[in-house]
């Protein structure tokens, strides 16, 4: 028996082919019982230690530390050298690792060093070390100490694999194999007994097992809650800011129902001892509030809570919303609370960087979490290292399902498997990106979650500096257990988006919007939701939303929550009854009166988490604790709890007066629900950011879409979507204006919505920063006076054309005068800024060639903006169908009249050439099929791009896409 101790795994990113998993079933097949991973971080530490210790296998945290031009293997016995780990891992991120160092965490912790050199240096400093050798003759060259011990660096598991292993280390350095492979690892896979004793003596071998046995870390039950503040007694300021905030919020007007409810709540936190954690919620919502950060109304169970709501954590009255404190935190169920907050996306760090400052840099962390290679990314770097024809990567990978294994892959298209089979470099790649799919790749920071500890992390978890935030080194998981209180920061774009509109309100208009007083009875509110116009609207924005809301005519605040509740996989089934209910098609019906209450807001049907508990308790006198138990076994489908429960729901049933009868129907109805309830505080706090930013679309409909604009520029698909939304409600879109344009801001001004000097093409941000920042000496009095100033930073005719394109000008001139009279402006420019002052050239005055202007702005905007090359001919003909209505003809002949905007041509498997002509016109785009027996029409006619057509065809659905297949068409320019 021998332990490994030297094991590299896919931790060490892209330096080994290791997985942790594998590597359990290859220790459990060699009958090893103990082994170290020593990657050259901790980052896999805390999933080495529990899926080994599951498996009845010791595990050994070990860490490889460079040290004076060399390496040294570092591993803790106990928790104290755990912690001496974690300090080495941190600083050896940010320096050398010295012998100060070393002097200063050398306790509890074994090194191994491979010359006499650094031995005879640490031989003073450590109680245990070894001199590692793979090898018998390594072994006799050591002179200088007994302590040998065997050690193979092992970076793969199979003898075979050696061979993929320079494939990995190119991705990781950026090479290809035209670089050359100039590393060969052949004898670094994992060795049993047999072979060891072959290779190495007896006591280096049993050296490894004398560290086995001298390596045992356990880690303390010990809860690193944040303090709110070293001088005050937490619990009773806790009660006393709550108390306040309970009078604040009810006018002073305290019915026994709230003070109950609050006294309830405030005595399960305290006897919870998660005073502390409100406290630093609290604080740093205050922060962010008194700094005019904008903080979302709540999100997940937190809303439940009375405590949150008068802290100002959350703005949702639980009682009013009929929302469950257990739902949130219960003494049954002894879990961290979980209080996660919505910052706009552009402020979420001002709150974090106050955080950092109140507790310290190093008690305030991100989350690291791991890129790994995935089927299509994997293949994409082993392609990129063998010099493969992006070509052929892409016909590939376009294939490959979402989440889909390389190895099902093959297995389910062989038209594409037989094309890799068919190629030895393509076989060589696929084996290649099969064997290190799913390893790790890359390190990135969890989305939200923040860590805050009394204690330095470095002292309980090892971290690593990413920019200018601390990031623990083990992903999220891992850090409850270890006693870590994770919060979620979320950046919200949609807060950003609403800030904005709130803020410009203001400026422009003079007109103070309180968020959180936004009225929830507003008819003209409710009319959108009705309407199905909840474009832009945060939750509500897919198309299939927005024909639900079609179908419900929401006409209160709770039909809005039951929607986001509804609209998910799986219960949307229940869409139907749910609608006929409320329309009163079909009679809304209980199993037993107590239910109404209950379910009376949804119709009967059980939509909400809550729901289940509430029923739970009023029929079969559960404490909303137990329901709260009843209601996680339910979702969790854990069968041995739910038949435990079973007898206990129907006996409280039968005892309270039910049938047996009764109380199974209701337990088997909540069952099959169980699965779809959904979170209400969750959906109630959810549908307040909705239903206020629809308020804000519905009252501020060009700040509304200016905002939404600026957050789509440079997705042409979306911008015209929105500008086809404004034209329809009336409200024109202004081409950008060399005055009066912001750089990125879309502006609202009297006649409507003007774009940013940035979303024309070929301008830039530095270049429309730099007309801004030139206009603060004054805006340009004529074209003569822009160019003069612009020509001072640069002469770029590709910017100047694109302002003309765009008509950023035509206060001064039409785009056609532009156009022909840019030699003489050119000239007098470039003239006037190297000499001063010149005289001006004479204008020659052109009529604007409207068809031609169009083009131009196709060409900066990527469409048409101030009409549609179609819109006059549309006006000459009946009966033609616009774009945006073709999904109404499906399986119908229509006429259409399109301007092109792209052809191509293929050849069919019979040799036989058809196209595909893609177009647009004013409403939206098609794409038109023409096949073999149409395509010689399309030929004749000579199509080509910007041509304007009257297309009559058949209407057809392929996936999500409508098309049109060609029956005639017929040039009309």
Known sequence: MYTPLYI??????????????????????????????????????????????????????????PFKENNILLYAKSYKGYKNLIKIETIKQEQEITLDLLKKYHEDIIVICFTKLIYDEL?????????????????????????????????????????????????????TISDGINFVYQDNYLKNYDEVSNIASINAINNTLKISDMCNVSFPKELYMPKFDLNIDSKSYLIELANKGLKKRLNNEVSDI???????????????????????????????????????????????????????????????????FERFLNKDRITLPDIDTDFPDDKRDDVISYVKEKYGEKNVSGIITF???????????????????????????????????????????????????????????????????????????????????????????????????????????YLEELGLIKMDFLGIKNLSIIKNIIDE???????????????????????????????????????????????????????????????????????????????????????????????????????????????????????????????????????????????????????????????????????????????????????????????????????????LLEGVIGSEVKTLDYIKELKRLGIKVLPPDINKSYETKYRVVDEGIIMPLSSIRNVGGVIAHYIIVERKNGLYKDIFDFLTRFYKKTNNRKVVESLIYAHAFSSFYNTKTLLENYEELDNYATLSSDLGEVEKPNIKLFNENYDEALEHEKEVFGFYLTSHKTEKYKLQYQGIVNLNEVQNFLNKKINIIISVDKIKEVNTKNNEVMAFINGSDNTGYISITAFPKNYEEVKNIGIKKYDILMVNGRVEKRYDEYNIILERLRKLN
Do not use: W
């Open 8 to 65: 590299k795994t896919d931790y060490s990113l892209l330096s080994s082919l290791i997985k942790i998993d594998n590597l359990i079933k290859k220790l459990k097949d060699k009958n090893i019982t103990s082994c170290a991973i020593v990657d050259d971080n901790l980052f896999g530490t805390m999933e080495f230690i529990k899926k080994l210790e599951k498996e009845n296998i010791k595990p050994i945290i070990g860490l490889d530390v």
């Open 123 to 175: 031989k003073d400093i450590f109680n245990d070390i070894y001199t590692g050798v793979s090898n018998i003759s390594e072994e006799k060259n050591v002179t200088y100490t007994k302590n040998v011990i065997y050690i193979n660096k092992t970076l793969y598991l199979e003898k075979y694999e050696y061979k993929y292993l320079p494939y990995v280390f190119m991705i990781k350095d950026g090479k």
């Open 258 to 324: 709230y003070q109950n409810r609050l006294n309830y709540e405030l005595k399960v936190i305290i006897d919870m001892h998660f005073e502390d954690y409100f406290l630093v919620v609290y604080d740093f919502i205050r922060y962010a509030k008194t700094n005019d950060i904008l903080v979302g109304p709540g999100r997940g169970s937190a809303a439940g809570s009375l405590v949150c709501y008068c802290l100002g954590i959350t703005e949702v009255d639980p009682i009013k919303y009929n929302l469950l």
């Open 371 to 477: 890129g790994t290679l995935k089927a299509k990314q994997a293949l994409r770097d082993v392609g990129r290292v063998l010099n493969i024809n992006l070509k052929d990567i892409d016909y590939i990978c376009k294939s490959i399902n979402l989440n889909e294994s390389l190895k099902d892959f093959k297995r389910r298209n062989r038209e594409v498997a037989n094309f890799i089979d068919s190629d030895e470099k393509l076989k060589m790649m696929y084996e290649i990106a099969t064997l290190i799919e799913e390893n790790k790749r890359h390190t990135s920071i969890h989305a939200a979650g923040i860590v805050i500890s009394r204690e330095k992390l470095d002292e309980v978890v090892p971290i690593i500096k990413s920019d200018d935030i601390y990031l623990t080194e083990y992903s999220m998981e």
């Open 505 to 707: 309100v203001k400026m422009v208009l003079n007109i103070d919007i309180d968020f959180n007083k936004i009225p929830l009875d507003d008819k003209k509110t409710y009319e959108l939701f009705k309407r199905g116009e909840t474009t832009g609207v945060f939750q509500f924005e897919s198309e299939g939303m927005k024909r639900f809301l079609v179908d419900l005519e929401p006409n209160c605040f709770n039909d809005i929550s039951s929607a986001i509740a509804l609209y998910r996989p799986g219960p949307a089934s229940n869409i139907p009854l749910f609608v006929k209910r409320k329309k009163g098609y079909e009679k809304t019906s209980y199993i037993v009166p107590a239910m109404e209450d209950i379910l009376k807001e949804t119709y009967g049907i059980i939509v909400y988490q809550e729901q289940i508990m509430q029923i739970a308790t009023t029929l079969a006198s559960y404490t909303l604790s137990e329901a709260d138990l009843l209601r996680r076994a339910m979702g969790k489908k854990k069968y041995e709890i739910l038949k435990k429960e079973e007898d206990k729901f129907i006996n409280n049933c039968i005892k309270n007066g039910y049938s047996y009868e009764i109380a199974k129907q209701v337990y088997d109805l909540i069952l099959a629900f169980a699965n779809y309830g959904f979170n209400k505080s969750h959906s109630v706090a959810y549908s307040l950011v909705a239903y206020k930013m629809c308020y804000l679309k519905a009252h501020f409909p060009k700040f509304f879409y200016s905002n």
